[in-house]
């Protein structure tokens, strides 16, 4: 049984920093490409960042990069989102996702299996 397990969301202060983690089980971890998305009360969930099975290759909302990135280490099965200069414009529930493929994909339907997610709120 696949399961992805987000933590590290929480309150910080505007401007302030956060790691989310996102620890896989169930799953071939190494080849998966993972992503994390976001979604804000009242809006779509959108993509944030995303990953390649090997680590090599990432890719970024404009509104975040520069400011967040990914990362995995295949051998503790685990993706992470270093998020910093957090806006209140970042406040969300961050998702992980895993997808079958090599590379990296921004399209939400791309990808096969879900975190339950975890909230992140900024505080102006």
């Known amino acids: 049984q696949v399961q992805l397990v987000e933590s590290g969301g929480g309150l910080v202060q505007a401007g302030g920093s956060l790691r989310l983690s996102c620890a896989a089980s169930?799953?071939?971890?190494?080849?998966?490409?993972m992503g994390w998305f976001r979604q804000a009360p009242e809006k779509e969930r959108v993509f944030v960042a995303g990953?390649?099975?090997?680590?090599?290759?990432?890719a970024y909302a404009d509104s975040v990069a520069g400011r967040f990135t990914i990362s995995r280490d295949n051998a503790k099965t685990t993706v992470y989102l270093q998020m910093n200069s957090l806006t209140p414009e970042d406040a969300a529930v961050y998702y992980c996702?895993?997808?079958?493929?090599?590379?990296?994909?921004?399209?939400?339907?791309?990808?096969?299996?879900w975190g339950q997610g975890t909230q992140v709120a900024v505080d102006s």
């Open positions: 990953i390649s099975w090997s680590g090599r290759t990432s």
């Open positions: 996702a895993a997808n079958q493929v090599a590379g990296v994909s921004r399209r939400e339907d791309a990808y096969s299996y």
């Open positions: 169930g799953v071939t971890f190494s080849r998966y490409s």
